[in-house]
């Protein structure tokens, strides 16, 4: 009976070297030996390290082209397309999310990321009209704090409507 193939997509190809990414390998040692031993009994390969804690495998062989095409034609491996590149925009809003959550956490809740720009605004802008540069940067920094501390304000407004009338 023949062995399961293991599902990869192909992330780098040289020469003489492959790096597949196996997904179901994540975190699973004893699945990540005895696809190394299945791998490494392929023709042409001459070492295999697989990385169980990121599901990579990388493949050291004569010719990669011959290997690539023994591994995935009827060997181990069974080829599947590549997932779709998360887009930047997402990735910064994510990035833009932790590094929020990370100083309102060390700050107790007392500052979030917005706060902390206006303050670092604030604090450059002073520092500039120190200097003396009172034109150039002192204002954009001031407008740029300002225009920041406005939309901190935003999220006050909802809080101060109670039904009282405002007062």
């Given at each position: 009976m023949q062995e399961p193939r293991v599902q990869a997509y192909l992330?780098?190809?040289?020469?003489?070297?492959?790096?597949?990414r196996v997904q179901v390998l994540h975190r699973k040692a004893g699945l990540a030996e005895d696809l190394a031993d299945r791998i490494?009994?392929?023709?042409?390969?001459?070492?295999v390290l697989v990385r169980p804690g990121t599901g990579s495998v990388i493949v050291e062989c004569d010719a990669a082209?011959?290997?690539?095409?023994?591994?995935?034609?009827s060997g181990p491996l069974r080829l599947r397309r590549p997932p779709k590149p998360v887009p930047v925009g997402v990735q910064a809003r994510f990035a833009v999310a932790l590094v929020d959550r990370a100083i309102a956490r060390s700050s107790e809740g007392q500052w979030d990321l917005r706060s902390a720009a206006v303050a670092l605004l604030t604090a450059a802008a002073l520092y500039q009209l120190v200097r003396g540069n009172l034109f150039g940067p002192v204002t954009t920094l001031s407008l740029n704090a300002?225009?920041?501390?406005?939309?901190?304000d935003g999220g006050a407004g909802e809080g101060g409507s109670n039904g009282d009338g405002g007062a």
């Open positions: 992330v780098h190809r040289t020469a003489t070297r492959l790096r597949f490494a009994g392929v023709e042409g390969v001459s070492r082209d011959a290997v690539f095409e023994r591994l995935t034609g300002l225009s920041l501390l406005g939309s901190l």
